[in-house]
């Protein structure tokens, strides 16, 4: 667990609660978690997902793996506790989307099934929805795809550390909802979390 080290610190409450954010924007904010392999499809889902909930007047916002490694956390490689320190990082900035009404998507392997689950008990804490999505593909499967050459460069011992050959993928014990991508479409699997969103009444306030 991160310490807190900034001391004379004082937590500033406002006046705007969640419920009226969300009334205000028509929707609840939540986390909309997909975690899986790289090549898995999370980022072409997530992408996917973005651009039908905004053409249905949602607000939604896509935090993906590489994208925040250019900025935020440009300074985090992928060591087992830079790999925490990276997902501790991005379930912080979900939580304040989704405070703010926004359906986030986050698109990260997050492969350890501990730093998933601190996400989701930051959430809850605020009475957040965090809904976990396993984007679910065989390891061959992936590996056919390989969209970034990566799987090659491992098994070539070009990285070290890689989820899926010599470092772990902890599959999610409970997820809400387990999309296998090697036998779905981009379509088939956005349709799916649509109607989680609808299910869980996330797309209306």
């Not at 989704?98 to 998933?116: H, K, N, Q």
């Not at 070290?160 to 999309?179: C, Q």
Request: charged share 30%; aromatic share 6%; proline share 2%.
């Amino acid at each position: 667990m991160t310490q807190q080290v900034a001391t004379n610190i004082t937590w500033h409450e406002g006046t705007v609660s969640k419920e009226e954010r969300f009334k205000n924007l028509g929707q609840k904010g939540c986390t909309l978690w997909m975690t899986g392999l790289s090549g898995s499809g999370k980022s072409t889902i997530a992408v996917a997902l973005e651009q039908v909930l905004l053409q249905q007047n949602k607000h939604a916002y896509r935090l993906d793996g590489d994208n925040v490694r250019h900025g935020l956390n440009k300074n985090l490689g992928f060591s087992a506790d830079d790999r925490t320190e990276n997902i501790r990082r991005i379930g912080e900035v979900a939580k304040l989307f989704a405070d703010a009404g926004i359906i986030t998507i986050t698109s990260f392997i997050s492969p350890y099934r501990a730093d998933r689950d601190l996400c989701r008990e930051l959430h809850d804490k605020e009475g957040l929805p965090f809904l976990e999505v396993f984007i679910d593909c065989t390891l061959e499967e992936a590996e056919n795809r390989d969209p970034k050459g990566l799987y090659k460069k491992a098994r070539a011992g070009e990285i070290k550390g890689f989820t899926g050959i010599d470092d772990p993928y902890e599959e999610p014990a409970d997820a809400e909802l387990h999309l296998k991508t090697h036998e779905l479409s981009v379509a088939e699997s956005v349709q799916k979390i649509l109607d989680l969103l609808k299910e869980k009444g996330l797309t209306s306030a």
